[in-house]
């Protein structure tokens, strides 16, 4: 059984920057064809696609936020990481993970998600 | 960027109703076109990939078709489990995008 879980902070204040791991189970990022993505949805609108890492470490990012986004891979303890440099309280989302499979070419499955408030 | 444009952005349906949603693409994205099931709190979940094809597990009543620019998502039957917003994805770019999400709500 396949399982990714976002974790990170709940609150970050304007500027700063915003770490989000998240971990998974059941499959290995040294895999061919695999990858993790991450999205966002801020509260009443629609699902976004923020970046796609691959086990060849292959990185996309959305070019609208790739300025400020960072992912990276730890194959070892199963983990990949988001950075997002410079928050704004319009970023305030929940944020996802995901399994893509580079040969359906879909995400499957996601992570619950993880809500980012950003406030002074 | 492609863009992917969703109609309707809701809809009121009940239970029995038949309930199709439509996905355009601003260029041919021949099939790579996905769509997902997402409810609130919850993770999204795949039902149809590569336009038309139903994910494992996913039932029956939800079927996709279309392929290009146009595409179409089809729950035949409505059920009370089938209430949520379902939302199209392209993988034809590698810049990954969706559409704008359909909310299916109670009559």
């Known amino acids: 059984q396949i399982t990714l879980k976002e974790s990170g902070p709940t609150l970050v204040k304007p500027t700063q920057t915003l770490t989000l791991t998240c971990t998974f189970s059941?499959?290995?990022?040294?895999?061919?064809?695999?990858?993790v993505g991450w999205f966002r949805q801020p509260p009443g609108k629609a699902l976004e696609w923020l970046a796609l890492i691959f086990w060849n470490d292959d990185k996309w990012y959305s070019p609208s936020l790739k300025s400020r986004l960072a992912v990276t891979k730890d194959t070892s303890k199963n983990q990949v990481v988001l950075t997002m440099t410079n928050m704004d309280p319009v970023d305030t989302a929940t944020y996802s993970c995901?399994?893509?499979?580079?040969?359906?070419?879909?995400?499957?499955?996601w992570g619950q998600g993880s809500l980012v408030t950003v406030s002074s | 960027d492609i863009q992917m444009t969703q109609s309707p952005s809701s809809l009121s349906a009940s239970v029995g109703d038949r309930v199709t949603i439509t996905c355009r693409a601003s260029?041919?994205?021949?099939?790579?076109l996905n769509w997902y099931q997402h409810k609130t709190g919850k993770a999204p979940r795949l039902l149809i990939y590569g336009a038309s094809s139903l994910q494992s597990g996913v039932p029956s009543r939800f079927s996709g078709s279309g392929s290009g620019t146009d595409f179409t998502l089809t729950i035949n039957s409505l059920t009370p489990e089938d209430f949520a917003t379902y939302y199209c994805q392209q993988s034809f770019s590698m810049y990954l995008t969706f559409g704008g999400g359909t909310k299916v709500e109670i009559k």
């Open positions: 995901a399994q893509y499979s580079h040969f359906h070419k879909w995400f499957d499955p």
């Open positions: 059941g499959f290995s990022l040294s895999t061919s064809g695999v990858g």
């Open positions: 260029q041919s994205i021949s099939s790579y």
